[in-house]
Each structure stands twice: as C-alpha cells, then as structure tokens.
C-alpha cells in the first residue's frame, strides 16, 4: 500500500514538473523578453497563454504535500525542519509571482506596471530553482530522518546548485515550446521563429547541465549516480534522451504541437527517473518508503481519494487545457482562469 501511495507522489510531482514547469518557464521568457517595445508581442502572447490556467497548476504542488505529510510525516517533518529556507522563499516566489501577474493586466500606471511584471518574471525564475534546490537535497542525503538538519548546507551545495539551475531551464525548454506552438496557432510566423531559437537554446543549455549533472551525482550522490546509468533508473533516462532529441528535430522541422508533447514527456521521464533511482528510500539513503509511511488506514483513505481524484479532478484539468488550447476561453480579467 505504501508503495501505491508513493507511486501517486511521484505522479503529483510529474504533473507539477510539466504543467508548472511551462507555466514558471513563461516567466522565465518574460524575464529574457526585451524592452517594453521590444518584448511587448512576447509578453502579449505569454499573458495570452498562461491567462486562462496559471493559477491551476499550482494545485499539484498542493496535492504533493498533502499526499506527502499525510502519507509520509516523518520524511514531510525532517524535510520542513532541514530545507525551511528555499521552501520559504520559493514559497514567497509563488506569492510574489501570482499577484505580479494579476495586478500588471489591471494596473493603470506604467511604472506599477513594470514593477508588477519585474516581480512575475524574477520569481518565476526563483521559485523552480529552490524547488530544485530541495530536490538536490533530498537526492543527496542532506536531510537527516529526524529533522533539524544544517539549513544552509542542506540546500547550499554543488547537488542543490546544478539541480536548481536544471530546473529553471527545463522550465525554460518547455515553456519555449509550448510559446512556438501557440505562436503557431496565432498566425504569428516571428513570434514563432523567435520561440523556436529560444527553445533549442534552452535545449542544449538542458544537456550541457545534465552531462555536468552526472559528475557532480558521481562525486556528491554516487548511489543515486549508479541507479540512474547502471540501475533502474536507465530505460527513464534513455527515453528521455529519446524524446528529447524527437522534439528538437520536430521543432527544427516546423512541427511545434507535435514537439510540445514530446518535451513535456522528456522532462516528465528526467524527473521519473530520479524518482526511481531514489527509491526505495524518501531522504537520500535513509528513510524507506514503507519503514516512514502512516498507519494503513490513513493509506486506505489516500488510496481512495486518488481513484476519487483520477474520475474528477484529472478530466476536468484535461478539459481545461483542451479549451485553452483550443482558445475557448475567455481572458477577461486575470483571476478567472
């Protein structure tokens, strides 16, 4: 049962790496886009994209972490002791984040306007990059089973780095992608070509840091090194690089709807793979997944809420984006999506 349990954790968590990724990576682009002439056709279209499903994705990363101290409240308390500090400021980027986008479309001034979009645009690069961070620490082993660990070199060193910046530039990837098909769809050939550059960019700048990432596992996280190239992590990396490698030639191609699909599985199978290299432990080298997890009647309960869940919640969120694909919905102000 804990198994099945984490087995839903970990699909939280890909949800959120794919659907919250694209939505930080916008930001991202925003950040990077120009001036207030320069960058106003790009920032038009992210606001056009992210407008109808921003506040949305977020709602992974609060299923995550109920499934996670419900479940888990052990590993959820030595995480919440140890990793407070990038917990709290990617929480204070989500915040920063949300009210940055919706005051910037609503706001008169032009110089509230700016400082608005400056907030969006730097916490979307923040709030994936100390999410990484804690990844890279729990990967690591930084994070001791009964809490209070060191709180600046449990995130502060080369694993939280390089998964930080790998997480910002996945983001990056996929939002890049996603903004090619939606330039596509909106007629708008330099947008299109402007997006597409960017997306190989962040493309390659994905791989220099994943290659770079083998080095420092080998040196900082050798178990998880050795499960991810020799153990049951390989056939997760192995389609990633397949996929990944795919949605570049479609891309180059002209083909971006197609390409889109296979990014998000890219960057959805670099995240699974780290998960599988990882178990069965929740912290690092420690803590398994069924020595940690709750009474089984608090897993008998998640269980049927995940069926609850897949039966609801999951077609909903699949009409949703099908009607903003589609551009069925309507952007009239920034919090109704």
């Given at each position: 049962?804990?198994?099945?349990?984490?087995?839903?954790?970990?699909?939280?968590?890909?949800?959120?790496?794919?659907?919250?990724?694209?939505?930080?990576g916008a930001g991202f682009w925003d950040l990077t886009a120009g001036g207030a002439e320069r960058g106003r056709a790009k920032r038009a279209l992210i606001d056009h994209s992210l407008g109808p499903v921003w506040e949305a994705n977020h709602t992974w990363l609060i299923y995550c972490l109920v499934v996670l101290w419900t479940a888990f409240p052990r590993p959820f308390a030595a995480i919440m002791t140890t990793l407070y500090v990038p917990l709290g400021l990617a929480a204070l980027g989500i915040v920063l984040r949300g009210s940055g986008f919706a005051f910037r479309k609503v706001v008169?001034?032009?110089?509230?306007?700016?400082?608005?979009?400056?907030?969006?645009?730097?916490?979307?690069?923040?709030?994936?990059?100390?999410?990484g961070a804690v990844a890279g620490g729990i990967a690591s082993g930084r994070v001791p089973p009964e809490g209070y660990g060191d709180p600046v070199t449990s995130w502060a060193n080369p694993s939280s780095a390089l998964t930080g910046a790998?997480?910002?530039?996945?983001?990056?990837?996929?939002?890049?992608?996603?903004?090619?098909?939606?330039?596509?769809?909106?007629?708008?050939?330099?947008?299109?070509?402007?997006?597409?550059?960017?997306?190989?960019?962040?493309?390659?700048?994905?791989?220099?840091?994943t290659i770079g990432g083998l080095w420092v596992a080998h040196t900082d996280a050798p178990r998880l090194f050795d499960r991810l190239l020799t153990g049951p992590g390989l056939p997760a990396v192995v389609l990633s690089v397949l996929a990944g490698t795919s949605a570049l030639l479609l891309l180059?191609?002209?083909?971006?709807?197609?390409?889109?699909?296979?990014?998000?599985?890219?960057?959805?199978?670099?995240?699974?793979?780290?998960?599988?290299?990882?178990?069965?432990y929740l912290l690092g080298t420690h803590s398994t997944v069924?020595?940690?997890?709750?009474?089984?009647?608090?897993?008998?309960?998640?269980?049927?809420?995940?069926?609850?869940?897949?039966?609801?919640?999951?077609?909903?969120?699949?009409?949703?984006?099908?009607?903003?694909?589609?551009?069925?919905?309507?952007?009239?102000?920034?919090?109704?999506?």
């Amino acid at each position: 049962m804990s198994n099945l349990v984490a087995g839903g954790l970990l699909l939280g968590v890909l949800a959120y790496a794919v659907f919250g990724g694209a939505d930080f990576g916008a930001g991202f682009w925003d950040l990077t886009a120009g001036g207030a002439e320069r960058g106003r056709a790009k920032r038009a279209l992210i606001d056009h994209s992210l407008g109808p499903v921003w506040e949305a994705n977020h709602t992974w990363l609060i299923y995550c972490l109920v499934v996670l101290w419900t479940a888990f409240p052990r590993p959820f308390a030595a995480i919440m002791t140890t990793l407070y500090v990038p917990l709290g400021l990617a929480a204070l980027g989500i915040v920063l984040r949300g009210s940055g986008f919706a005051f910037r479309k609503v706001v008169v001034s032009t110089e509230t306007q700016r400082v608005n979009g400056a907030a969006f645009a730097a916490s979307s690069v923040i709030t994936p990059f100390f999410l990484g961070a804690v990844a890279g620490g729990i990967a690591s082993g930084r994070v001791p089973p009964e809490g209070y660990g060191d709180p600046v070199t449990s995130w502060a060193n080369p694993s939280s780095a390089l998964t930080g910046a790998l997480a910002v530039t996945l983001c990056a990837y996929l939002a890049g992608v996603f903004l090619t098909a939606d330039a596509r769809a909106e007629g708008d050939p330099a947008l299109e070509t402007d997006f597409r550059r960017r997306a190989l960019a962040a493309a390659w700048v994905a791989g220099a840091l994943t290659i770079g990432g083998l080095w420092v596992a080998h040196t900082d996280a050798p178990r998880l090194f050795d499960r991810l190239l020799t153990g049951p992590g390989l056939p997760a990396v192995v389609l990633s690089v397949l996929a990944g490698t795919s949605a570049l030639l479609l891309l180059r191609r002209n083909a971006p709807r197609s390409a889109r699909l296979l990014s998000a599985a890219a960057v959805a199978c670099v995240v699974g793979a780290w998960g599988v290299a990882q178990y069965p432990y929740l912290l690092g080298t420690h803590s398994t997944v069924a020595a940690s997890a709750a009474p089984r009647p608090s897993l008998v309960v998640l269980t049927i809420i995940f069926a609850l869940a897949a039966v609801l919640v999951v077609p909903s969120f699949g009409l949703l984006y099908v009607l903003q694909q589609r551009g069925r919905l309507s952007e009239s102000s920034p919090a109704s999506g």
